[in-house]
Structures are given as C-alpha cells and as structure tokens.
C-alpha cells in the first residue's frame, strides 16, 4: 500500500488520519429499525418529552472518513430519500460518550452488538453544537443568555481498520458522500454535515492505496 495525503491546512501540527478505499469495506442489510418520527411535529413533541424525563438530550455522532476516486469521502445514513444523518444517536442515562457512540454504532452498522468482533476506535471530538430551544436548529454556540439549551450533540472521528463488514438497516441507505459536496451545503444536509470539512481543517487525511 502507498499514501497519498490532501491536507487542509499545512500546518506542521496538524493531526494524521489514515483513511482506506471505500473497496475494502463489505456492506449488507440487515432487518429496518423502527422509524421513531412520522413528522417534525412528531419529533418536537418527542424532543419534549424527552426533556420532561431527563433534561438534557446529549447525542454523540460519528465521522467516519473512506477514500473513492482519489478523494475523502463522508459515510452517511440516508432515511426515507431525503434526511442525511450522521451514525450515532442519544446517549442512555449515566452512559459515557465513547461508550454510547460504540453502542450506537453497532446496533446501526453491525449484526452484533459486539461490534461483530472488530471494535470501533473512537478517537478525536471534533465540535459540539447546541440546540438552544425545541424549535431551533442545532448552532457551535452557546450564549450566555441560553440558561437551559434543549440539547448537546458532540461529533467524533472515528478510525477505520483497513477492512470491516458495514450491515446497515434496510429502510436506511449507507451512503459514501464526497466532503467537497457537503461542505457548506446546509441546504441539503443541514448545519451540522455541512460543517465537518471545515472541523475536518486540523487534520492531514493520509490516503492509504492498494
């Protein structure tokens, strides 16, 4: 295997993640999870609820990172044709960051929730956004005056072996989305994917070829 890097700053600091072609992956389906919001109305009442029960809603995402044609590519959960999500999920109470991501990984991305015997490595966080009420959009700040933000979404890289079986529910599509696509594209994927490149910025992506 050779390397082939594409920096986004050059900067001597930066940090080295190692990505490999999206050919070494495997990917199947597996049975559909359950949709949980037929509507925004729908998850609004549920975000409330939510909150009712156990205050703040604190979700960890992850950012994993495959090479096609030479350039970085985003993986991606597509539902329904239309919403792009990030891998992950709301944390259970008491349940550690690093430990949520990796349960949410695997009831997402694998048949077990071992992780089918390959376990993820969860590295750098990347940001945290805030959603400063129900009705607003996620944002990277937190006001001062925002006394009790409605929730906390933290995003984290998340290290590939150079081969893993992805097993991806049927009623969601794994998708392979180029970063040049997403960045700054809020319009099709929202505040928060359109963000990673830049997030992505103190970093040398390090190609790893066949």
């Not at 979404?153 to 049927?170: H, S």
């Amino acid at each position: 295997m050779k390397a082939l890097q594409v920096k986004h700053h050059r900067c001597s600091m930066s940090l080295i993640l190692d990505i490999y072609p999206l050919s070494s992956y495997y990917f199947s389906s597996k049975e559909a999870l359950p949709i949980k919001d037929e509507s925004v109305a729908d998850r609004l009442q549920r975000m409330k609820s939510n909150y009712a029960a156990h205050g703040l809603r604190t979700c960890v995402e992850a950012v994993i990172l495959v090479e096609l044609f030479k350039h970085p590519h985003i993986l991606l959960l597509q539902v329904r044709n239309c919403m792009f999500k990030l891998p992950g999920g709301r944390l259970r109470p008491g349940e550690s960051e690093i430990d949520g991501l990796k349960r949410k990984l695997s009831r997402k991305l694998c048949v077990n929730p071992d992780a089918d015997g390959i376990p993820w490595e969860v590295g750098e966080c990347l940001g945290v956004w805030w959603r400063h009420d129900f009705g607003t959009s996620l944002s990277r700040d937190l006001p001062s005056k925002v006394k009790n933000p409605k929730e906390c979404t933290k995003l984290f890289i998340v290290r590939l072996p150079d081969c893993r079986k992805f097993v991806a529910p049927k009623n969601l599509k794994l998708l392979a989305i180029p970063l040049c696509q997403i960045n700054k594209n809020q319009e099709t994927y929202g505040p928060v994917i359109s963000g990673v490149p830049e997030m992505l910025s103190k970093f040398t992506i390090n190609i790893i070829e066949d």
